[in-house]
C-alpha cells in the first residue's frame, strides 16, 4: 500500500512514507490493548482535561495543521482553518460534557437501585476518507477516547502528512502512548484487524462498497459498527422561498471544499414556477467564484484531491449531457497543471441519468424541477441516500413539516446541511447507520449497562 503525499494544485509528489509490516501493526496493537484497562479507569474528570490541552493545542497551532490541509488534498486556507477551529470545538465541547453524558441514569424499578451504566467498550478502529483529513478524525476520536476507549485509525493513503500530524497532537497534548494511534496498514491487514479480537468496534466514514463489505467483516465477529456512506443530499427550493438567501446559500453548500463533502447539496429540487429565477441568481454567483491556487486567501474553489476522481465526475458529467441534462456552466476539466474542474451547473437532470442517480462528489450543481411541492418531497424521498437535506420557504411552519417528512438523519430549513457538535450526525438507508457527536455519538461506543441492586 502506497502511503503518498500529492499536492493536488501542482501534481508534484510531495513525500513518500512506507507501509506497515505485520509485526508494525502487532506491536501497535500490544500497546492499545496493553494501555486500554488503565485508560478506562482513568477517571473522566482526567480525561476532560486531556481533552481540554487537545483544544489548546490545536489553536495554539492552527496555521500549521489548516496548511497541511490544504497542501494534501487542495482545501482552500480559509476552509483549512475553519476545520481545525471545528476540530477544537468538538473537543472543547465534549470536554465540557462527557461527564453529565456519560453519568448513571436512575430507572425506577422494584429494586432498591437500579440504573443505566456507561461504560468503555475497549478500542475502536476508526477508517476515515481524505476529504477532511482532520475534522473526520477528530468527529471519530474525541468521543472514543472521551468515553475512556482507544482509538486506532486507518486513514486516507493520500493525507499521511496530517495522520502523522494528528497523531503527535494527541501525543502532545499528554494522552498516554496507545490511547491514540495512526496504523499504516494495506486493505488486506485492515480486514484481519477487524476480526481480531482486541479491537471492539469499528467506524467507517467512506463509500457505499466500503461500507458493506465492513459491515459484513464487523458482522461475523458480532462487533458494533457506525457507517457514514455518503449521501445525495436534497436542496428543496419551494415556490415561496427566499430566492436571494436560498441562492447564496446553494453555492456555498455545493462549491464548499470543492463540493467534496458528504454533506454538499448535490441535487438541487426546484418548484418550476421558481427555477428559472432561482437558476439565474445562482448562476450569477458561480460565475465568480475564483478558482486557483488554495493557499491564497482570495481562493474560492481549489482543486480536486485526487485526478482520477476528476476523471470519474467528468465521464458522469458528459454521460449525463449526453443523456440530455443541460450544461450551464462549466461543465469540463481545466487545462494546466493540478487537478481543477471548472464550477459547473448541470440543469433538467432527470431520473436515470448518472448525475441524478450517483453521488457526484466535485463541484458539480444538478439542477432537478418538480412541478410542485408534493413532487419535490417524492424526488427528494426516493433516493437510495439519506444522509442530509434542506428545505427553503418562507412559511416556517411548513418547512418545518416539510422536513420532518425528509428521509434523512439531519434535516434543516432554511439553512445549509452542517455538521454539530451538540447534535447527532449519520444516516439512514444506504447512508449507512449510528450517530457521531452529541450525547448519542458519545453512547454509541460504549456498553450500555443495566445494574438492579435487590
Known sequence: MDFTSINPATGETIKHYPAWTDSDLEQALGLSAEVS????????????????????????????????????????????????????????FFSQNTERFLRDELVETDASRSYVAFQPIGTVLGIMPWNFPYWQVFRFAVPVVAAGNCALLKH???????????????????????????LRISHAQSEKLIQDPRVHALSLTGGEQAGRRIAALAGKSLKKTVLELGGSDPFVVLADA???????????????????????????????????????????QVEVLSVGDPSREETRLGPMAKSDLRDGLHHTVAESMRQGAVPL???????????????????RVQRGMPAYQEELFGPVAVMVRARDEQEALALANEHRYGLGASVWTRDSAKGEDFA???????????GMVK??????????????????????????????????IG
Open 419 to 452: 455538521s454539530d457538535p451538540r447534535m447527532p450526525f449519520g444516516g439512514v438507508k444506504d447512508s449507512g447507520y449510528g450517530r457521531e457527536l452529541s450525547i448519542h455519538g458519545l453512547r454509541e461506543f460504549t456498553n450500555i449497562k443495566s445494574i438492579w
Open 242 to 284: 427566499d430566492l436571494e438567501l436560498a441562492a447564496t446559500a446553494a453555492v456555498t453548500a455545493r462549491f464548499q471544499n470543492c463540493g467534496q463533502s458528504c454533506i454538499a447539496a448535490k441535487r438541487f429540487i426546484l418548484v418550476d414556477a421558481i427555477a428559472d429565477e432561482f437558476l439565474a441568481l445562482f448562476k450569477r
Open 156 to 182: 486516507a493513503s493520500n493525507v499521511p502528512q496530517c495522520a502523522e500530524a494528528i497523531e503527535k497532537i494527541f501525543q502532545q497534548s499528554g494522552f498516554p502512548p496507545g490511547v491514540f494511534q495512526w
Open 37 to 92: 484497562s488503565a485508560w478506562q479507569s482513568t477517571p473522566i474528570e482526567a480525561r476532560c482535561e486531556l481533552l481540554s490541552n487537545l483544544v489548546r493545542t490545536l489553536r495554539e497551532n492552527s496555521d500549521f495543521h489548516a496548511a497541511k490541509i490544504t497542501l494534501e488534498m487542495g482545501k482552500p486556507i480559509r476552509e483549512s482553518r475553519a476545520e481545525i477551529e471545528k476540530c477544537a470545538w468538538a473537543a472543547e
Open 404 to 414: 420532518r417528512r425528509l428521509q434523512c438523519g439531519a434535516a434543516f430549513v432554511n
Open 329 to 347: 456552466a462549466g461543465c469540463e476539466p481545466m487545462a494546466g497543471p493540478g487537478y481543477f474542474y471548472r464550477p459547473s451547473i448541470l440543469d
